[in-house]
């Protein structure tokens, strides 16, 4: 293994675990054996001899070099251990995803008892037509919410948050109301609302008196609700949509990975440190 790679990797790896609980013996020992690559490196340069090299080490050179193969191979697995995992997470993330656009093609039938409601619909059916849609985004909410939770696997994922923001907005925007036929604050002076964690709840009080001072507009607030959210859902599924370019992309790094696996085991794999620097020290 070059010289020059093995020092800049063993500074990185002391820069990226000074904050350890140990970091202080840590660091000295790697800030140590970063000393010995450079003297090493140094040792090569035109016109050193073996002798010299030995000079520049401190203690045995046999000893010291053990010493430098144990810490490379050290390097070596904390960052085999950090690139699986991060294989690994995209992989999920790719299949929580898929599994999330399959949902919001799905989900988009949600809103059709609300289309399919008439002047001539009796109060009993208008109310399980919403309490019918209620359920299943609150379903499809309880689903995926783990995945969004702080440190969970889709958290900051801007995919996922668009999709799950834009299906909130239509349900709780006061333009399906205002200025389209139906009530002024829309779903919101029906009685329905959201909870501290995310899920539709229906006052049914608060239903029962819309129903009463407005069947019309009780009626417009729920197909314009409805059509509007179909819409978002669908076009959120779509191909070529944020949600199907990320999947995309994640699907394609998790391929990239496993086609290179052998090259990355060829560099980082077990013994590959003493086999590459036996090959640089003779």
Do not use: C
């Amino acid at each position: 293994m070059d010289i020059d790679l093995a020092a800049f990797r063993l500074n990185a790896l002391a820069l990226l675990t000074r904050a350890d609980a140990s970091s202080g013996a840590a660091s000295a020992g790697q800030a140590g054996l970063f000393e010995t690559l450079l003297k090493l490196q140094s040792a090569r340069l035109p016109g050193a001899s073996g002798a010299g090299m030995d000079g520049m080490l401190p203690g045995g050179t046999s000893a010291r070099m053990q010493s430098v193969l144990a810490q490379l191979e050290a390097s070596n697995s904390a960052f085999l251990r950090r690139y699986n995992t991060r294989v690994e997470s995209i992989g999920n993330e790719a299949e929580v995803l898929t599994r999330l656009r399959e949902r919001l093609a799905e989900l988009g039938s949600a809103g059709d008892g609300l289309k399919q409601l008439t002047a001539a619909s009796a109060d009993g059916d208008i109310k399980a037509a919403l309490r019918d849609f209620i359920e299943r985004y609150n379903q499809w909410d309880s689903e995926f919410d783990p995945y969004f939770e702080d440190g969970a696997l889709l958290d900051g994922n801007q995919a996922g948050e668009v999709a799950r923001f834009s299906l909130r907005r239509e349900v709780g925007s006061i333009f399906h109301g205002a200025g389209n036929g139906g009530f002024a604050l829309g779903l919101t002076d029906m009685g329905v609302g959201f909870t501290p964690d995310g899920q539709l709840q229906l006052d049914e009080q608060a239903f029962d008196a819309a129903l009463l001072a407005g069947r019309e507009g009780a009626l417009q607030t729920l197909h314009n609700v409805a059509g509007a959210f179909s819409t978002a859902a669908e076009l959120l599924a779509a191909d070529g949509h944020l949600l199907d370019r990320r999947i995309g992309n994640a699907g394609r790094a998790v391929a990239w990975a496993a086609e290179n696996q052998g090259a990355l085991m060829a560099e980082f794999g077990p013994n590959t440190a003493a086999a590459k620097l036996a090959k640089w020290y003779r």
